[in-house]
T-cell receptor, first 112, second 113 residues
């Protein structure tokens, strides 16, 4: 059974700072990795996907993947109060129709 | 990103009745659709996985006779909560997957009184 672990937080950062969210996973054959943002009472929204080792940048977001360490992270630069949400790490297999396993999420609070 | 819709967004029903929730992928054909449930302050819990034209695969502990899933086409899946009870009150979220990524519907808030 795959496991995806995240620190539940809350992680509190001041506006403008870098928020660093971390995630570890147990299944070495995992091939796809995702970060979702979920506002309270809303459905998760995909913000980043990463499939190979290294960094992937998209605007203020950078995803980092290290398959050897089974570790994936999300950096949010210039954090804004609107970034305050729960961030879910998700890990999937390598075939179409894979089953994605979600972490419990990290609550991020950006203070104005 | 791809768009997934759910209907209704919110439903209140009496104990013992059944409720149907629809999930549609609006601008793509989904190889697989998933149904999740999320209780307050908890993470998403996968209930079942369905592929078009075949029976859904349910996760351990999820009653297939209570949570009926019909995957009629590559763009439509339905979840029917039969004989609902107050403990079924939750946020039900569907998602539709392409070969690489998974997109979520907006969710359905079910309240059973």
């Amino acid at each position: 059974q795959k496991e995806v672990e995240q620190n539940s937080g809350p992680l509190s950062v001041p506006e403008g700072a870098i928020a660093s969210l971390n995630c570890t996973y147990s299944d070495r054959v995992s091939q796809s990795f995702f970060w979702y943002r979920q506002y309270s009472g809303k459905s998760p929204e995909l913000i980043m996907s990463i499939y190979s080792n290294g960094d992937k940048e998209d605007g203020r977001f950078t995803a980092q993947l290290n398959k050897a360490s089974q570790y994936v992270s999300l950096l949010i630069r210039d954090s804004q109060p609107s970034d305050s949400a729960t961030y879910l790490c998700a890990v999937g297999g390598n075939t179409g129709g894979f089953k994605t396993i979600f972490g419990a999420g990290t609550r991020l609070f950006v203070k104005a | 990103g791809a768009v997934v819709s759910q209907h209704p967004s919110r439903v209140i029903c009496k104990s013992g009745t059944s409720v149907k929730i629809e999930c549609r992928s609006l601008d793509f054909q989904a190889t697989t659709m998933f149904w999740y449930r999320q209780f307050p302050k908890q993470s998403l819990m996968l209930m079942a996985t369905s592929n078009e034209g075949s029976k859904a695969t349910y996760e351990q502990g999820v009653e297939k006779d209570k949570f009926l899933i019909n995957h009629a086409s590559l763009t439509l899946s339905t979840l029917t909560v039969t004989s609902a009870h107050p403990e079924d009150s939750s946020f039900y979220i569907c998602s539709a997957a392409t070969s690489n990524e998974q997109y979520f519907g907006p969710g359905t808030r079910l309240t059973v009184t």
